[in-house]
């Protein structure tokens, strides 16, 4: 849903013409750029956030709430650990979150560069549904580890955190310094097409 709002935002403005009465404020383009980015990822959170309420309280409906102290139970170095389950799952929640920032700012980049809504979202949508399983070919059909460079490989950092990836090494911070870069770049990218792209 993300990838659609996002991916039409700003294609929608110029292909209906719109854009102009933004443009007529003494607002500067990168203002109105930032804005609508802003929005996206606000709204995005906030989809999370209800998704997270809903499915606690349907857990509770269909499941009762006489196990509601219940711990997560997982082995750390030969050591067993516990942790609250909403925290848990409330964890699990946000570090997944990081893959609806990434595609909703690459949505946001090619709606950006193209005229059409329909073409930047059914490019990201492409992107999203087919980028863990070229990683996944990459990593383990042709057994090549530069693969871990790729965004889609660092976007789910709760199995970087639990080191479930499949490759060697690969940490929290790897991913994170992947996953900014390529957000820099796409957001490089969406203010240069959207500040330079003739109204």
């Known amino acids: 849903l993300i990838i659609v709002i996002t991916g039409s935002t700003i294609a929608n ?8 009465f933004l443009l007529i404020n003494p607002v500067k383009r990168w203002k109105i750029l930032i804005s609508k ?6 709204l995005g959170f906030i989809m999370i956030l209800l998704l997270y309420g809903a499915s606690a309280v349907l ?22 650990q516990g942790t609250n389950g909403f925290v848990y799952v409330f964890r699990n929640y946000m570090l997944r979150s990081v ?3 990434v595609m909703a700012t690459l949505a946001f980049a090619i709606s950006s560069l193209v005229k059409s809504s329909s073409l930047a979202i059914g490019i990201s949508l492409f992107a ?4 863990n ?12 580890d530069w693969a871990r460079y790729l965004i889609f490989a660092n976007t789910d950092l709760a199995a970087v955190a639990d080191g479930t990836t499949g490759f060697a090494h690969h940490s929290m911070g790897f991913a994170v310094a992947v996953i900014l870069i390529h957000l820099f770049v796409f ?3 969406a203010w240069d097409g959207f500040t330079k792209r003739e109204v």
């Open 13 to 20: 403005e110029f292909s209906q013409g719109t854009i102009k």
């Open 37 to 42: 980015y802003i929005m996206s990822i606000s």
């Open 59 to 80: 857990s509770m409906i269909f499941f009762g709430t006489e196990h509601l102290n219940a711990e997560y139970l997982k082995v750390v170095d030969g050591a067993v």
């Open 99 to 101: 893959q609806v920032v």
């Open 128 to 131: 999203m549904l087919s980028g």
């Open 133 to 144: 399983t070229v990683v996944s070919i990459l990593k383990s059909g042709l057994k090549q």
């Open 187 to 189: 957001m490089l990218i």
